[in-house]
């Protein structure tokens, strides 16, 4: 049975024996809003008697103070060192590079050499031209012309090939040594990034294989839900894809690793607050601004959005979402890898199908289409946090929106886009809208009429917004002549029609309305 061991972090550690090196692959990751914690399976060989184990590779940028080791039975903790190693990781990559370009940069030399003495007996060999003279023995003389052009032709087939074959050498040997100067240039061109490593003095009763687990806690990792909304028609549910961004800058790759999203925040401090007593005193007010505060997340989001893939059959079926006391987890049990780059990673975290009531809501006066909306009850089943979701209706997407689970209240209304098969015209009523004066005072009517036109294939709920003017001076009066039956606020002056359109029937509203005030009275109303 393993043993918890509080971790006592020590400045210096003396060297009882050689150090030996762990293996110590990351098997499981909880990523936090803010950080996470990361765990960490040490194999290795133990001696009777103590000794010191060294853990290389760990991220940077751990908090010491979380460090956790468990050890199996047999072994007392003496005490763990966290130290920083500066040597850049990259010099032994570099090291190899450089050894495998200047061999490969003597082999292009020696084949240079054998091309160029190709090359000059190719040019003897072309010099060698022999002139039949008119001189006795003629017939001696062409005879050595005849070997002569046999033995240039034999030797030029050998040689040709071969210096062929040896420029083709050279052309490759070269686009190697340049893919070698490039990956050398930007292993030297990177930083060098520094690495922890945990120094272990241990003690074992007896010798035989041990195996350790370690976690801490990194900073430079975050994640944040969000949402993919489907909607297939308006005789449908709702779908909800929930899709967690990932992001981590720890400095050490997280390579097929069991991943825990996790709703705890352990960076808040978890004191209980307490009230001190409250004292007034006159005070000037201060006149300020509040702005927004802008996280690493909002950043990210401003400056670069990725879609996330459609989720694959199945992957959401492995998500097990457990509450906690103070938090939720949802452990995912699949092997995912997250690299060190601070891009999101997408992971798919569940799906949820809910009813929703879909209205249609319309301001003509302000804009000409209908927007579908989705009407959620009961959204704390959901489990919903705060996020961007991207809409799609009907199979199109519809643009994003902000799911604040702050601020809904009874119920959910989602805006899922505009739909061209609603149409709303609003138009003036030209012999209703005229201008009246009477002694002292003018009249002005206003009159619109408001058409709607269901041309789906299915029945709408719809809501369709007016509004009239309020009067904010004794001298200026507002009478309602006509509303069709809406509902008026009195305070805000809007209107309010709800209303259900069968398929393809249409509807006409009226609105009108009459103002008095005095003649020199300049009101703003078109």
């Avoid at 981590?248 to 004191?271: C, F, H, M, Y």
């Avoid at 607050?273 to 690493?296: D, F, G, S």
């Avoid at 199945?314 to 995912?332: C, F, K, N, P």
């Avoid at 643009?399 to 061209?420: A, E, H, M, P, Y």
Wanted: overall charge neutral; charged content about 25%.
């Amino acid at each position: 049975m393993k043993r918890f061991i509080p971790i006592l972090i020590l400045s210096n550690l003396q060297a009882v024996q050689s150090q030996n090196i762990l293996s110590s692959p990351i098997t499981d990751v909880t990523v936090f809003f803010n950080g996470a914690q990361v765990q960490r399976k040490l194999e290795t060989r133990s001696i009777a008697g103590e000794q010191q184990f060294r853990v290389k590779g760990l991220a940077t940028n751990i908090d010491p103070n979380s460090i956790q080791l468990r050890a199996p039975e047999g072994i007392t903790i003496m005490g763990v060192a966290h130290e920083i190693n500066y040597i850049q990781p990259n010099a032994d990559a570099a090291a190899e590079l450089i050894r495998k370009r200047d061999g490969l940069t003597d082999d292009r030399a020696r084949v240079q050499q054998q091309h160029q003495v190709l090359l000059a007996e190719k040019t003897i060999l072309g010099k060698n031209q022999v002139q039949v003279v008119a001189v006795p023995n003629a017939t001696a003389k062409l005879e050595d012309l005849r070997l002569l052009s046999e033995y240039q032709r034999t030797r030029l087939q050998e040689i040709l090939p071969k210096i062929y074959d040896l420029e083709k050498k050279d052309k490759k040997l070269q686009e190697e040594i340049e893919i070698l100067n490039r990956q050398i240039a930007e292993l030297s061109s990177e930083q060098p990034k520094p690495s922890s490593e945990l120094v272990i003095h241990a003690k074992a009763a007896s010798s035989g294989s041990a195996f350790f687990e370690l976690s801490y806690f990194v900073w430079d990792a975050s994640w944040e839900m969000r949402y993919d909304i489907h909607v297939r028609d308006i005789q449908s549910p709702l779908e909800i894809s929930y899709k967690a961004s990932v992001y981590q800058n720890s400095g050490e790759d997280w390579k097929n690793v069991r991943l825990q999203l996790s709703t705890a925040n352990p960076t808040i401090r978890g004191d209980r607050p307490i009230l001190q007593p409250w004292y007034l005193r006159h005070q000037p007010p201060v006149v300020y601004e509040q702005k927004r505060a802008m996280t690493k997340s909002n950043v990210q989001n401003q400056a670069e959005y990725a879609p996330m893939a459609a989720d694959h059959d199945g992957i959401a079926d492995l998500v097990e979402s457990r509450e906690q006391v103070t938090s939720r987890i949802y452990a995912i049990d699949l092997p995912y890898t997250v690299l060190s780059n601070n891009k999101p990673f997408h992971v798919a975290v569940k799906k949820a199908s809910v009813a929703a009531k879909y209205i249609y809501m319309a301001v003509p006066k302000l804009d000409p289409d209908a927007f579908l909306t989705a009407e959620i009850h009961d959204w704390e089943d959901l489990e919903l946090l705060n996020g961007e979701a991207q809409l799609f209706f009907e199979g199109t997407y519809q643009g994003q929106v902000f799911i604040d689970t702050r601020t809904i209240q009874d119920f959910l209304r989602l805006s899922l886009g505009r739909d061209k098969n609603v149409v709303l015209l609003r138009t003036k009523i030209k012999d209703f809208s005229k201008n009246k004066f009477l002694s002292d005072k003018k009249e002005i009517a206003r009159g619109y009429e408001i058409g709607i036109k269901n041309n789906k294939q299915a029945p709408i709920d719809i809501i369709v917004e007016d509004q009239l003017p309020l009067s904010t001076q004794k001298e200026i009066e507002v009478k309602t002549d006509d509303i069709s039956g809406a509902s008026l606020d009195a305070t805000t002056g809007k209107i309010r029609w709800t209303l259900r359109l069968l398929p393809k029937e249409d509807r006409k509203l009226a609105l009108k309305y009459r103002i008095s005030c005095p003649k020199d009275f300049v009101l703003n109303l078109d």
